[in-house]
């Protein structure tokens, strides 16, 4: 076991409006205690229209659950119609912001180079990026795994200093189990982790190998969460459709309990 403190985070997507943000935050902290973050971390990362509220009800009511974004742009201010920066989500008390989640590299085109400007851009107003990654079906069976998300790392954190990436957090995502029902087993998920935490290890250090936190993501639910987190470089989960039931969500974080 390592002293990596186990990090599952909630991505709601473009998914529930404030009013139902607010609901699904009250019914989680009614059925997740303080003695199960004292275990795990959790994020929860709604949709710009939500944070305020959920940063509302967590601060007054003092819910156990860090504020979490799914996007930013990496400039600080400026002609950037829709856009959102760093320095907006930092004043409203976010920990955690996920960077290149595979929709947005494939929906919306970003570039590993513009991703790691946003892993900059995140860690310059202290907030934690969470890296994503993963290869697709066809790179998988062309034997390609390995080589496109070593290749997503390297190029993602390009410039950072160990010491920021001990701090952080890579979500290994592969892009044929998000949202399909079909979860990678414990066993490629755990080699493909060990894969992020090797290239992690060749380009920054044994110490920021052995301090990041790696999250798998992809179809995790209540009933696979277990053998996921019991590998032992998967040190956490990025949960998508599964967060959107306090149900479901509270029994992932609860996953050292199931049978
Ligand atoms: P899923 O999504 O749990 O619905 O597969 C995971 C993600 O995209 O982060």
Same mark, same amino acid.
């Given at each position: 076991?390592?002293?990596? /403190? ?6 709601? /997507? =473009? ?6 943000? @607010?609901? @699904? ?42 504020? $979490? ?18 320095? =907006? ?34 860690? /310059?107003?202290? =907030?934690?990026?969470? @890296?994503?990654?993963? #290869?697709?079906?066809?790179? +998988?069976?062309?034997?390609?795994? #390995?080589?496109?998300?070593? *290749? ?10 160990? #010491? ?14 998000? $949202? ?10 755990? *080699? ?25 993501? *992809? ?25 959107? #039931?306090?149900?479901?969500?509270? +029994?992932?974080?609860?996953? +050292?309990?199931?049978?």
């Amino acid at each position: 076991m390592s002293d990596r /403190k186990p990090l599952i985070s909630g991505n709601w /997507k =473009m998914n529930l409006n404030h009013f139902e943000a @607010l609901k @699904l935050v009250q019914e989680l902290s009614y059925q997740v205690s303080v003695d199960d973050v004292e275990e795990v971390d959790v994020s929860l990362h709604p949709p710009f229209t939500d944070i305020r509220t959920v940063q509302t009800v967590l601060e007054a009511d003092r819910l156990p659950f860090h504020l $979490g974004a799914q996007h930013c742009h990496h400039e600080d201010s400026g002609a950037f119609t829709g856009e959102v920066s760093p320095a =907006m989500l930092a004043k409203l008390n976010i920990s955690y912001v996920l960077a290149g989640h595979s929709e947005r590299r494939e929906i919306f085109g970003e570039s590993d180079a513009l991703i790691n400007l946003k892993v900059k851009a995140i860690l /310059k107003y202290e =907030m934690t990026p969470i @890296l994503c990654c993963g #290869e697709t079906l066809e790179e +998988r069976d062309a034997g390609q795994a #390995e080589a496109k998300v070593s *290749g997503q790392i390297v190029a993602g954190l390009d410039g950072l200093t160990s #010491e920021q990436v001990t701090n952080m957090v890579v979500a290994y995502e592969p892009i044929w189990a998000i $949202g399909t029902g079909i979860t990678a087993s414990a066993e490629d998920a755990q *080699g493909m982790c060990a894969v992020v935490r090797s290239t992690i290890a060749e380009t920054f250090g044994a110490d920021a190998a052995a301090g990041i936190r790696i999250q798998y993501g *992809g179809s995790v639910k209540p009933n696979n969460a277990k053998e996921l987190m019991s590998q032992p470089d998967i040190d956490g989960a990025l949960v998508g459709g599964a967060c959107l #039931e306090a149900d479901s969500f509270a +029994r992932i974080i609860q996953y +050292r309990l199931a049978e």
